[in-house]
C-alpha cells in the first residue's frame, strides 16, 4: 500500500500545461514524468467544466506518494483571480484600503461566490458573499449596491 509523502499546490493555466522549468523543477526532483503529468493534466482541464474555461488559473493539488506514482485533483481559479476578472484588472491595488483600483456590484460579488461555493468550506451563500467581499476588499475593491 502506498502512503503520501508529499502534497504540492500549484497554480496552472486549465488545458496549456507544458513540461517546462516551472513544472519540472517541482515535479521532476520528485521522480514524476513531467510530459505525462502535463498531458494528463490538459485532458482533465480541457473537458467542459462550469468552473472554469482553457486558459483560466486553476489550483491543482497533487498527491505524491513513495512509490512515485501520484494523483491530482483541480479544483476551480482562486477567489482574487475571478474578481480581477471581473473587474478587468491586470493587478490589483497594492495598498488596499488606501488605494482603490476598481468597483464591483454585488451581483459580481454573489456570482463569484456561487462559483467558488464547490471549493469553499462554507454551509451557505451568505458566508461564501463575506469570504468574497473580504477578499475583495483585500485587494482595493469597493462593493457596491447593484
Same mark, same amino acid.
Given at each position: ?6 502534497? #504540492? ?8 500545461? &507544458?513540461? @517546462? +522549468?516551472?513544472? !519540472?523543477?517541482? %515535479? ?35 498527491? #505524491? ?8 485533483? &483541480?479544483? @476551480? +481559479?482562486?477567489? !482574487?483571480?475571478? %474578481? ?51 477578499? !475583495? ?10
Amino acid at each position: 500500500m502506498s502512503v503520501i509523502v508529499a502534497k #504540492i499546490n500549484l497554480l496552472m493555466e486549465a488545458g496549456k500545461a &507544458v513540461p @517546462g +522549468p516551472k513544472i !519540472a523543477s517541482v %515535479l521532476g526532483p520528485r521522480g514524476i514524468p513531467v510530459p505525462k503529468f502535463c498531458e494528463a493534466f490538459n485532458k482533465v482541464t480541457s473537458a467542459a467544466n462550469a468552473n472554469y474555461k482553457v486558459g483560466d488559473l486553476v489550483t491543482v493539488r497533487i498527491s #505524491i506518494k513513495d512509490d512515485r506514482s501520484h494523483d491530482f485533483t &483541480v479544483s @476551480g +481559479p482562486p477567489v !482574487a483571480y475571478l %474578481l480581477k476578472q471581473e473587474a478587468k484588472l491586470s493587478k490589483s491595488s497594492g495598498n488596499p484600503g488606501k488605494e482603490l483600483v476598481a468597483k464591483l456590484p454585488m451581483s459580481a460579488i454573489i456570482k463569484v461566490a456561487k462559483c467558488k461555493m464547490v471549493d469553499m468550506k462554507v454551509d451557505n451563500e451568505d458566508s461564501a458573499v463575506k469570504m468574497v467581499v473580504g477578499t !475583495a476588499k483585500s485587494m482595493g475593491i469597493e462593493v457596491v449596491e447593484g
